[in-house]
């Protein structure tokens, strides 16, 4: 008996140790268990209290209690098999409004694509009318039809509509208004301003200055127009003392800004650069040799018919001494001809014709002075003014490699000049070429009358032998 007793306390011990070393580790899964117990135990609880509730009542009652679930769950599953019904209904109608949205997909895209010209349209409107400087809160609208991932609604459109009709009404009225602008010295300032239906606008600033204005890029800030002259200033004072009429630009400023930045020759000229120097030059040598070709051309004098008879009658007399007195007193091209001709009087035809042609040859060297030089002038001017358009153009291009093609009036600016040398160039080489072609002519005419009369001569001295 008493070794039992030792075994079972030494085994009491042993449990002891080892309940005392998961003790701590377990104490937090008992807390957790003992948690749910008692939220079981709160269930378990409610479920006895109604099942007592319910042991309670009587049978009329629980047929009563049994009747009025029995309703419900009635009542429920009807509810349950309508919703079913009008779930499937709405999934035919779906069905039917997709079909019906895809059978229509190119014509909505259509709609929508008008609605965004549309828009897009009135938005490049906007930018140029002077009604977007006094309302800028108007562009707002356009975020709408930018947005390719929204379809403009029924809103938007009446909301576009409506801008439209603004836009059209104020191109009938005049309205002066305060708002802000930027001085030709960069600087903003408070001004007055008359709005002329959305073509343009008048301001007079806080400091007295007066002028027209121009619009930036969206429309919605305005800059004073620099280079006004003081007649228009008079105007513009007088307008806003009610003593003059208001002046009207149909062209949203672009005729007052051509008005005021309107060049003189001289201007327009040097804007083409250092090319346009040598091409003036070429001008002037071609003007001064043309000149110098006319007066000595206007002084050279013909050889009369009358004077050429007489010289072949002489001729056929054999007075060749006559001949030669009347011929050395004609300091004219063909007389000398004629004289050279006659020296060879005494030879072979051939000697005859060389000797025409001797005299030929010195008297075309002199009056051809000068011509072909003037028509290589007038092939070189032109070639230097495309060659100041080529240098021009690639300036602009490398405009447009720094600062983009966003300013177009910039763009057209450096085009414009490029192109001053060209025209400066043909206008040039044309006059030359035309003063080459009436001095040629009048070359060729003493020439032919050269020639027929030498040949008259050898023919008559051929006869006569």
Not at 71 to 81: F, G, M, P, Y
Not at 101 to 113: A, D, P, V, W
Not at 208 to 225: M, Q
Not at 283 to 302: D, M, P, Q, V
């Amino acid at each position: 008996m008493r070794r039992y007793i030792f075994i079972l306390l030494m085994g009491l011990m042993v449990v002891l140790t080892y309940s005392n070393a998961f003790a701590e580790k377990d104490t937090s899964e008992w807390k957790d268990t003992l948690t749910t117990l008692r939220k079981l135990n709160i269930t378990h609880t409610k479920d006895v209290d109604n099942a007592l509730r319910l042991s309670r009542m009587d049978k009329k009652e629980l047929s009563s209690e049994l009747k009025s679930v029995s309703e419900k769950a009635t009542k429920a599953d009807i509810d349950l098999h309508q919703a079913i019904e009008k779930y499937n209904s709405l999934l035919e109608k779906e069905k039917k409004l997709t079909a019906s949205l895809n059978s229509r997909k190119e014509e909505i895209k259509t709609f929508e694509g008008t609605v965004r010209n549309a828009a897009k349209m009135l938005q490049d409107r906007s930018r140029i009318s002077f009604l977007t400087l006094q309302h800028p809160e108007r562009t707002n609208i356009f975020a709408t039809f930018l947005n390719t991932e929204r379809m403009p609604g029924l809103a938007d459109l009446n909301s576009l509509i409506q801008m439209y009709f603004e836009e059209l009404a104020a191109t009938g009225t005049i309205t002066k208004y305060n708002g802000e602008i930027i001085q030709t010295d960069g600087n903003a300032a408070t001004a007055e301003i008359i709005r002329v239906g959305t073509a343009s606008a008048i301001y007079q600033s806080t400091t007295g200055a007066v002028g027209f204005l121009e619009l930036t890029t969206d429309g919605t800030v305005a800059k004073s127009v620099s280079g006004v002259s003081s007649s228009l200033q008079s105007t513009i004072e007088d307008v806003f003392d009610g003593n003059s009429i208001v002046p009207l630009d149909f062209s949203h400023g672009a005729a007052f800004i051509r008005y005021v930045a309107d060049k003189d020759l001289w201007t327009k000229i040097s804007d083409g650069g250092m090319l346009v120097w040598p091409i003036l030059g070429i001008g002037l040598i071609g003007l001064l040799l043309a000149l110098e070709r006319f007066f000595t051309l206007s002084r050279t004098k013909r050889f009369s018919p009358s004077e050429h008879s007489e010289i072949l009658e002489l001729i056929q007399k054999q007075d060749w001494d006559s001949c030669y007195q009347k011929l050395s007193k004609r300091n004219t091209p063909t007389g000398r001809v004629l004289w050279s001709t006659l020296k060879k009087g005494h030879g072979s035809t051939a000697a005859l014709e060389k000797g025409m042609q001797e005299a030929l040859l010195a008297e075309l060297a002199s009056l051809e002075r000068f011509l072909p030089t003037m028509q290589t002038l007038a092939a070189v001017a032109p070639l230097l003014g495309l060659l100041g358009t080529v240098t021009g153009m690639i300036n602009t291009f490398q405009i447009i490699t720094l600062f983009g093609t966003g300013d177009p009036h910039m763009l057209s600016g450096g085009i414009s000049e490029a192109l001053v040398t060209t025209q400066l160039g043909l206008a040039v080489a044309i006059p030359i070429m035309l003063l080459h072609h009436i001095l040629n002519s009048r070359v060729d005419r003493i020439v032919t009358e050269m020639e027929e009369k030498g040949t008259a001569l050898i023919a008559t001295i051929l006869n006569e032998r």
